[in-house]
């Protein structure tokens, strides 16, 4: 199964190698990766998903733990949490189908964001799903090219850290009937 | 405030960590920080070979408790410290090791003998880091002595570039102070998985303590022995673990596992409730998981919140520091009544004794169980014995009965063929007063036998057994059990092994009968300054019992009874 952890992190050279080293070497498999800043100067956020066995979760938290850079480990799997992708899209456009594909594009609230003489970018933000429903439509037009980021995860208000604690704990139930840790 | 340069800060640093004694060689890229050195109260132990630079750091730490500290130059200097990193790694040993680095503005041109050391150590350290700048450089080295002996152990490695070490920079020891957040802290542990932990010892009919390496990292053996002696619970340990409880105490049934004792291993398997402490039921202690110990129930405290869960599902899994923990049962432990389990546990040991070579009429040949049986009895069990890996190291665990904590000294996790010879010497310089013995292989005496000229220019009195069996051993009795006696590469051809001692001016003796083992061992602890023993002993003697990798716990090969020869022998 895919599991997301949200991962803070101290922003230091290396760090996104140290996370993802640590993954690989524990034997599970990145299905995607995204880092960018946070607001707070100095740490950086990275949105990991790792394909694991539902039993491995707190485990490999722990293990993410042990790593001196990492500040927060959430794992937002079982919590009401908004997915997001983002994708550019560059798609053959003529003066015949162009007004088609940009009406297309606003059924999706999707949104042009370059414009040539044969061809349009589109710009698109959503789930997995509604991306891949884009370029399926858009496809017959001629796909030019496609850039798609990994996956940002936010939990919704502000539930998050009493129930991601939450979550880990029932994930660590899986293993033991009781395990008392705070890290 | 004084102006220091980044090399003196190191060592200033190093000083007031409480550093004494490091391990090293030097080259171009570090060889502003050895200058600096000569200036502070520090002793260097000038190695043949980085990696023995690591095992001594190891063994240093392994005997006292202390950080190791191991000193390299860049590019190979620094690689060649990998194997004793790892080795650090698998089995919680807190080192420090500080390699120099080109400058840094020559980083990633590749530069001569410039090594991207960090990279090739990441997932073998516990942390490391890449110091640039003099300015970094007193913070980093604080925070690495923390983060290296702080929760689980582990080996951390310093990279500081050459122009860090020789630029100045304002030194102010106190703001180097490290911060609280880069330790975990762990958590108390929580009255509920406590009173839990102690329902199940109490329901428990035959329980069973597994002790392993954490009791003695975690400076917790006296709080393990009043445990013990309290609930008069059978005891277990790993390979790591042997020293945590005395051998001679009546609790304490011997190692478990690959080469543990039968009983002990059938013991596990009946057991309805195991206790581990401080162990991590690695692949050599359980064999197939499928059918390890099912009748029992687990409890599974260790400060690694990632060990909980990862081999065997645990009933009760607490993450706390193993003292506390232990500190916390204490009030409400009572003697336990399991009388039925402890004779049952005798009875199995019983039929075990007879199996024993120790037991057995002397037919003229000298076996290596034997060697290890008098050492044993010559030095009182006292002495400090650094093994190799093979079947030596298991004879010694089988045969060396050590009665305190940091007396055995060996690679467990890794499994580090050369690592004895260079641990001695870190043990022999953490602990000047102990009788320290190395017991080695032939085979891989020849890995790391260079630093002998290291024992003998630090003049050290060190004891060295070499079981010579003239075979890479437990890799040749992995051929006779499992591939029919196909000795592919583990003949082995070795030089003359007293010759070469002596010409490094080290006492050498041959010994090819049991009964110069003892009076030649009783001489060698007079003599002032090291012997090395080529005790020449069976060949393709085997270590019984032995259960195959990944078989069944229960399923051990035993050694053939001379008494009682029936099919249920194997
Ligand atoms: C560095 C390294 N290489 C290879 C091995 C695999 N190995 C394990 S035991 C062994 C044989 C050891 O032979 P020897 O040192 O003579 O000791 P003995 O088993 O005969 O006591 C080997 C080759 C290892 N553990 N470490």
């Not at chain 1, 996104?16 to 524990?26: E, G, P």
């Not at chain 1, 498999?29 to 066995?53: F, K, Q, R």
């Not at chain 1, 995860?153 to 840790?181: E, H, I, L, P």
Request: hydrophobic fraction near 45%.
């Amino acid at each position: 199964m895919h599991i997301t952890y949200v991962v803070h992190v101290e922003d230091k050279p290396g760090v996104l190698n140290r996370v993802s080293s640590l993954v690989r070497r524990r034997g599970y498999n990145i299905s995607s990766l995204t880092v960018g800043h946070t607001d707070t100067p100095g740490v950086s956020c990275i949105t990991i998903v790792v394909e694991a066995d539902p039993s491995a979760a707190a485990r490999i938290e722990a293990n993410l733990y042990k790593l001196v850079h990492v500040v927060r480990v959430e794992n937002v799997t079982a919590l009401p949490t908004v997915y997001r992708f983002l994708a550019l899209i560059k798609v053959s456009a003529s003066v015949e189908t162009r007004t088609q594909i940009m009406q297309i594009v606003d059924v999706f609230r999707a949104r042009v964001v370059d414009v040539a003489t044969d061809s349009l970018m589109v710009e698109v933000t959503g789930t997995d799903e509604k991306i891949d429903g884009l370029l399926d439509i858009l496809r017959p037009f001629g796909l030019l090219e496609v850039a798609r980021t990994g996956q940002l995860a936010m939990t919704r208000g502000n539930a998050a850290r009493g129930a991601a604690a939450k979550a880990a704990a029932a994930d660590d139930a899986v293993d033991s009937a009781v395990v008392s840790f705070s890290v | 405030m004084e102006r220091l340069t980044g090399a003196e800060i190191l060592w200033d640093c190093l000083v007031r960590e409480g550093v004494t004694d490091v391990f090293g060689y030097p080259g171009g890229a570090i060889l502003p920080a050895y200058d600096a050195m000569l200036k502070y109260p520090i002793r260097h132990v000038l190695v043949r070979h980085e990696q023995g630079a690591t095992h001594m750091a190891d063994g240093y730490a392994r005997a006292s408790g202390k950080v190791g500290v191991a000193v390299a130059t860049s590019g190979p200097g620094a690689t060649n410290m990998v194997t004793g990193i790892a080795t650090a790694m698998m089995d919680s040993v807190p080192i420090v090791c500080i390699t120099g680095q080109v400058g840094s503005k020559l980083i990633g041109s590749d530069a001569f003998q410039e090594c991207d050391i960090t990279g090739i150590t990441l997932p073998v350290t516990k942390h490391n880091y890449l110091v640039t700048r003099a300015d970094e450089v007193a913070a980093t080295v604080r925070e690495a002595f923390l983060v290296a002996k702080s929760g689980r152990p582990g080996p951390v490695l310093i990279d500081i570039t050459k122009d860090a070490q020789q630029s100045s920079c304002l030194y102010d020891w106190d703001a180097a102070a490290p911060s609280d957040d880069v330790v975990r802290r762990v958590s108390a542990p929580t009255d509920a998985s406590l009173r839990e932990a102690l329902a199940l010892l109490g329901q428990a009919k035959r329980p069973l303590v597994l002790a392993g390496h954490g009791i003695i990292l975690g400076e917790a053996t006296a709080e393990f022995r009043r445990f013990v002696d309290t609930t008069g619970i059978p005891v277990a340990v790993t390979l790591l673990g042997i020293g945590c409880l005395p051998a001679s105490h009546p609790s304490n049934l011997g190692m478990m596992g690959m080469h543990g004792e039968a009983w002990v291993n059938t013991a596990i398997q009946e057991a309805d409730l195991l206790i581990a402490l401080g162990m991590r039921f690695d692949d050599r202690v359980t064999g197939n998981l499928k059918t390890y110990a099912l009748n029992a129930k687990k409890i599974h405290v260790d400060i690694d919140p990632a060990e909980i869960g990862k081999n065997v599902p645990t009933d009760v899994g607490i993450v706390a520091d193993l003292g506390d923990v232990l500190r916390a049962w204490q009030p409400s432990l009572t003697r336990l009544d399991i009388a039925d389990w402890r004779t049952r546990v005798d009875t199995l040991r019983g039929d075990a004794a007879v199996r024993d070579i120790k037991n057995m009429p002397d037919d003229g040949h000298l076996y290596a169980a034997h060697v290890i049986h008098d050492i044993w009895r010559a030095t009182n069990g006292q002495a400090v014995v650094v093994t190799d890996v093979g079947q030596h190291q298991m004879w010694e665990a089988q045969y060396y009965h050590h009665e305190q904590p940091r007396t055995l000294i060996t690679s467990g996790g890794l499994g580090t063929m050369g690592f004895a010879l260079p641990a001695a010497i870190g043990a022999k310089k953490a602990c000047p007063d102990a009788e320290v013995w190395v017991v080695v292989g032939d085979g891989g005496f020849q890995m790391t036998m260079c630093e002998l000229a290291t024992i003998a220019q630090e003049n050290l009195k060190i004891n060295i057994a070499i079981i010579n069996n003239g075979y890479l051993g437990m890799v040749r009795q992995w051929q006779e059990f499992f591939y029919e006696r196909r000795y592919a590469a583990t003949p082995l051809l070795s030089p003359d092994f007293v010759k070469l001692a002596e010409a490094f001016g080290i006492q050498a003796h041959r010994i090819e009968r049991r009964q110069d083992v003892v009076p030649a061992v009783d001489a060698a602890r007079q003599h002032h300054g090291a012997v090395l023993f080529d005790f020449r002993v069976e060949q393709e003697d085997s270590v019984f019992p032995m259960v195959p990798a990944g078989a069944d716990l229960h399923k051990m090969i035993r050694r053939p009874s001379p008494l009682a020869e029936t099919g249920a022998d194997r």
